[in-house]
């Protein structure tokens, strides 16, 4: 699949805005998401409090679907290394490779993460012991305490350094069958625990780890080997049928035990098929320009944002502040990181 770097964009535009929403309006919104776990009551709550004519609508759409944003990122991930290592034929020395994707990482991390302490701090009087910013600055929190990674949010740079060591495998063994292999594993090892034990320890630690999302990974480099640019004239000049049957299908699967480990991939689908289409114009390739930025800028946004929500000021407006806020500092933090980086060229990150 051909994927232009225009079509890039909007996808990470589109996919960070409903990440940031759900990651404010999540906190507070009476329905809530199933994204490590599914759990009946929230779905509940969705089915006895969602209406399109609701003044709440909004607020429930992106605190309970919001989070499918992130699945976008983690397609974009296995699609953009396989497009550079294999399809570009850039040279792949493994030391080397994993070295430099952990130092991008880390600076686009690092700077974000220590103010969003200070602010913390400040705001909530919380300040973590020196274990647990140390192993969020080494991206090995998510191994040992996964419940204590502040702000949560950034559980997903240790998901990305072990995608990285993943696409080694990958990379070295490239047979359709092997990718299949994984890519079957990882759903059936996602559904014993969505339907066995949703609500154990191990089931919380390994979605916050590589193994459970691994499908959609490997469902990027799959799109980048098998797939041409014919795929993606398909679904520009179908979607307005195909959008239709994948919102079903994603909705069906997203609030159905049995099937909500395919939601993920669906989300995706989804985004592919909104996006094919070049709609969204300049607005959603900027914000995809600076995705990186506002993925790890509105947890420090969201700190200041929060109270006011609490205080009872209008929601749509705190939100449309919030995103601005996101945006803006998102921008000058891209160019902070260009001085910083130890070389000249965007963080990983934001071609994921």
């Known amino acids: 699949m051909m994927i232009s770097r225009d079509m890039s964009l909007r996808l990470r535009g589109l996919a960070i805005l409903l990440i940031c929403l759900h990651n404010l309006l999540h906190l507070d919104c009476y329905v809530?998401?199933?994204?490590?776990?599914?759990?009946?009551?929230?779905?509940?709550?969705?089915?006895?409090?969602?209406?399109?004519?609701?003044?709440?609508?909004?607020?429930?759409?992106?605190?309970?679907?919001?989070?499918?944003?992130?699945?976008?990122?983690?397609?974009m991930s296995g699609y953009g290394l396989a497009a550079k290592y294999e399809r570009m034929g850039q040279e792949l020395r493994p030391w080397t490779y994993l070295w430099r994707h952990f130092v991008k990482l880390w600076w686009l991390m690092a700077p974000a993460y220590l103010v969003f302490l200070a602010v913390d701090a400040w705001v909530n009087g919380e300040v973590p012991d020196a274990l647990t910013w140390l192993s969020q600055l080494t991206l090995t929190h998510n191994f040992w305490d996964v419940e204590d990674i502040n702000p949560g949010v950034y559980w997903y740079f240790g998901l990305t350094m072990q995608f990285y060591v993943w696409y080694l495998l990958f990379y070295y063994l490239r047979s359709s069958w092997m990718l299949g292999v994984f890519f079957v594993a990882s759903l059936l090892v996602a559904e014993y625990f969505a339907l066995v034990e949703p609500a154990s320890a191990g089931h919380f630690l390994l979605r916050h780890n590589s193994p459970l999302w691994l499908s959609v990974f490997l469902m990027g480099v799959a799109a980048s080997r098998y797939c041409d640019s014919a795929v993606v004239g398909v679904m520009t000049r179908h979607r307005w049928w195909l959008i239709p049957l994948v919102v079903l299908l994603w909705v069906y699967t997203s609030v159905h035990v049995e099937v909500w480990v395919l939601s993920p991939l669906l989300s995706v689908v989804l985004l592919l098929l909104v996006c094919a289409g070049g709609d969204g114009g300049e607005v959603l390739r900027y914000v995809g320009v600076v995705s990186a930025g506002v993925f790890v800028c509105h947890p420090i946004l969201r700190v200041l944002a929060r109270p006011l929500i609490q205080q009872r000021h209008e929601m749509w407006l705190v939100s449309l502040v919030y995103v601005l806020a996101c945006v803006l500092l998102a921008t000058l933090y891209i160019r902070y990181i260009f001085r910083l980086a130890s070389k000249n060229e965007k963080p990983e990150a934001n071609r994921q």
Not at 40 to 65: K, M, P
């Open 32 to 75: 809530m998401e199933c994204e490590f776990a599914f759990m009946d009551y929230r779905v509940d709550r969705l089915e006895r409090c969602f209406s399109f004519t609701s003044a709440s609508a909004v607020e429930i759409f992106f605190s309970f679907f919001g989070w499918y944003g992130v699945p976008l990122f983690m397609f």
